[in-house]
């Protein structure tokens, strides 16, 4: 028994590397028949040297990443904590959804590199207005849904509640939050997307470090290599944080409540 | 004829507004404290609006005729002392069995370790002390009715409100849901209410039939039960007393639909 469920378990991550490797074959072997020149097209050999060179020797690439993540820490966690609690505001009382909607429609149709130009004047380089612009990518889909949640709850759970006596915080934090979490799990997981994407770009504007300012600065250096390594690192991040975070999340609430059925 | 009446409804009609339906009409009830009061009816007889407007809970509440009082106190919303077991399935997802009957307590703000000991007590006397950790989702639709009855009755309300609650389940966890609740409810004296549209499930539960007739809903007669508790089904169901009994019921209940219809 155990044994199959090792084989299952290997077979899952072979379906996630595989592909990965043949692309990465695939690669070296253009690189290898010098079709185009180096510089603009680098191995993934080559690649792979630089991250050395920055993870080990000058550890530039770890201060990079720290620099991206807690900039990223703070936006989620002030674009989820905004999201939520304007969210659950707006689905208990009809007059703040009344003065809000047509503000969030509007906000909310605003691209958010716009923002940016906007947030440099405000907050200048660096670490305020690359939050500001994450903040924005997470807090408009987390509201949409906790929205969504708050007003879709059976009546007859709020009627438990009140028979019970609830006061109103109590019914926001043990009924409305968690029977509305299917859908602010969505709305985050929509929200962290953006954010993800929010942060590169910002950084790539206005920021003078991070790996969107990482991939920036090699660009104007012609480090192709690097610009590389920095697209690479975007995409495993974002796969780590999918999985290890927004899965485990979704596994510890809706889906062990039987709210969704695990895939 | 009731002494000492826990519950009294006086000349309470309920007229919805936005669909213009009477629902009940001058309806006046006394209920007796431990008594187990049976409200029989068929469907769309205002039973339900009865005890809805009993549980204080809206868009029923207020009668828009008439007084409801609770031991000589109007009734002004819902209350821990009117606790209502609901038709359809309420226990909250995100809480496993035990929660879920310990929530009105921790909504109250009973200690821990008095709520355990409570909800232990209920666990052991509703025989579900290996389902404690099990979620709602895992459980079938009688166990969970056996849940939502738990969670009810640790809140030690004066009257407990029964609203159909065994019409999801099938025909044989029925039965031994109903002596269930009757050993229960002989052990605790409480005092409850309990709706349904089934003439035996009200026979057999009741040590008092009112019987309802169609929109709009009046009390058309009161019977009183007079088999002895505790009461088994395998005793009743061929006993000659329950079959007069039940057919006396059917015609009340179809003389009131036929009344109705013509006119």
Known sequence: MISSRIVENLKRVFWIIFPFIVVILIWQTITGLKIFPQYLFPSPVSVLEDFIAKAVSTKTLLFHIRESLIRLSLGYAAGIAGGLALGVAMGLNKYIARFFEPLVVFTHAIPGITWVPLAILWFGIGYETVTFIIFLSVFFPVLYGTLTGVKTIALKFSNVALMCKAKKWQIIAYVLLPGAMPSIMNGIRIGAAFGWRGLVAAEMIAAASGIGWMIVDARSWLNTETVILGAIIIGIFWIAIERLILKTLEAKTIEKWGMITAP | ?263
């Open chain 2, 1 to 263: 004829m009731t002494r000492d009446p826990i519950l009294e409804v006086c000349s309470v009609s309920k007229l919805f507004n936005s669909s213009k339906i009477l629902a009940i009409d001058n309806v006046n009830l006394a209920v007796e404290r431990s008594e187990f009061l049976c409200i029989l009816g068929p469907n769309g007889c205002g039973k339900t609006t009865l005890l809805n407007l009993i549980a204080g809970f809206k868009p029923y509440f207020p009668p828009t005729k008439g007084e409801i009082s609770m031991t000589g106190k109007q009734i002004k919303g819902p209350g821990s002392d009117r606790v209502m077991v609901f038709q359809e399935q309420t226990l909250f997802p995100w809480l496993n069995v035990q929660d879920n009957i310990e929530f009105g307590l921790k909504i109250k703000g009973v200690p821990k370790a008095e709520k355990r000991k409570v909800s232990e007590h209920y666990l052991k006397l509703m025989e579900l002390e290996e389902f404690k950790d099990k979620y709602s989702f895992q459980l079938s639709g009688g166990m969970n009715q056996k849940v939502e009855l738990a969670r009810a009755l640790a809140l030690k309300p004066e009257i407990l409100l029964l609203d159909e609650p065994f019409a999801q389940v099938d025909a044989l966890t029925r039965l031994s849901l109903q002596e269930e609740l009757l050993r229960v409810s002989e052990l605790e004296k409480r005092t409850t209410i309990f709706v349904t549209h089934s003439i035996q499930e009200a026979i057999f539960l009741g040590d008092r039939i009112c019987v309802m007739t169609k929109r709009p809903g009046k009390i058309k007669e009161e019977v009183k039960v007079e088999f002895p508790k505790p009461r088994k089904w395998a005793n009743l169901s061929d006993d000659r007393r329950f079959a007069r009994l039940h057919s006396r019921l059917l015609s009340l209940i179809q003389e009131g639909a036929i009344g109705n219809d013509i006119k």
